[in-house]
């Protein structure tokens, strides 16, 4: 007999992880062309889910019909990285070309937490492709799952979302290397926070428990691909005598109470970082991409 919680198992077969795939794109475009998330609700969970379900009742509320430019999305040329491990969560990380998002691969990780669950897509993510590093695998293909608390890796993969947090929160810290998700994101962000008659304020928390929890891939070369998630809050402040400025149907359907003198959207994202291992040279971690979605908003 053999106990799934103890065996060391491949996550998938490359069979399984090819199903997973095709049913999680069947029924993500049946909800979007019905903006309808109740359709494709047990293929997705985490991050995605949260952006997913917000974009989709946002479009229902503004074209109850169902989506008018809705083109189906096709993934291609998939490669399958599958970790061998103990226990659940049993997870594994797809890479496809799209026919949407350019020349990016689009990077999902799919999870469950037990044989009788479907595979739900738990993470997306749009990367280039030469910077997709190359996984460790044995001799069989089977790839290598890194845990969460590992003190291997220049960051502790649990700790990331909240170190993450506080960097963009304050830019201090030694962690995370320069790039478009890190200072730029920041400067961009200091650049927009005093506008004329209106003020911007940012509040970025951890997100890492339960279907948010972080989920790791080893490298080739000692480090790990993590994948993890964040919250993040804005709020546009008009000064007196002045008005917010106009905001889009969809931040408009996903807001409640009247928008007067303030605005607070609350914003799940989902990042993917290479993160070195402990003592590599440069050693800093690279976030590589990241996709969020507006999920509720407070006017005020």
Do not use: C
Request: net charge negative.
């Amino acid at each position: 007999m053999v106990h799934g919680e103890r065996e060391v198992l491949p996550s998938a077969t490359k069979a399984e992880a090819a199903e997973a795939l095709r049913q999680f794109t069947t029924a993500y475009n049946k909800a979007d062309e019905e903006y309808d998330s109740s359709l494709d609700s047990d293929h997705v969970t985490g991050a995605l889910s949260a952006i997913d379900a917000a974009r989709l009742k946002a479009g229902a509320k503004n074209n109850p019909g169902g989506n008018p430019n809705h083109t189906p999305l096709e993934l291609s040329d998939a490669k399958f990285t599958i970790p061998k491990k103990a226990g659940w969560p049993r997870w594994f990380v797809a890479d496809a070309a799209g026919n949407k998002g350019g020349s990016a691969r689009w990077l999902l990780v799919f999870t469950r937490s037990s044989l009788n669950e479907p595979w739900e897509a738990a993470y997306l993510t749009l990367v280039a492709p030469d910077k997709i590093p190359e996984f460790k695998q044995d001799k069989d293909g089977w790839a290598e799952s890194v845990p969460a608390n590992s003190t291997e890796l220049s960051a502790t993969p649990r700790d990331l979302s909240k170190t993450y947090a506080a960097y963009l929160q304050s830019g201090d810290g030694d962690v995370f290397a320069e790039g478009a998700q890190t200072s730029v994101w920041r400067a961009d962000r200091k650049k927009n926070a005093k506008k004329p008659g209106l003020a911007t304020q940012y509040i970025d928390e951890p997100l890492s428990g339960g279907d948010y929890a972080p989920l790791a891939m080893r490298t080739k070369d000692g480090g790990a691909l993590v994948f993890f998630a964040s919250r993040h809050f804005v709020k546009q402040t008009a000064y007196p005598g002045s008005s917010l400025p106009t905001q889009s149907s969809d931040v408009l359907a996903l807001t409640t109470g009247e928008i007067k003198q303030s605005l607070t959207m609350e914003i799940v994202s989902n990042q993917v970082a290479l993160d070195p291992a402990k003592g590599a040279s440069g050693g800093k971690v690279s976030v590589l991409g990241r996709i969020e979605g507006l999920t509720s908003a407070q006017g005020s």
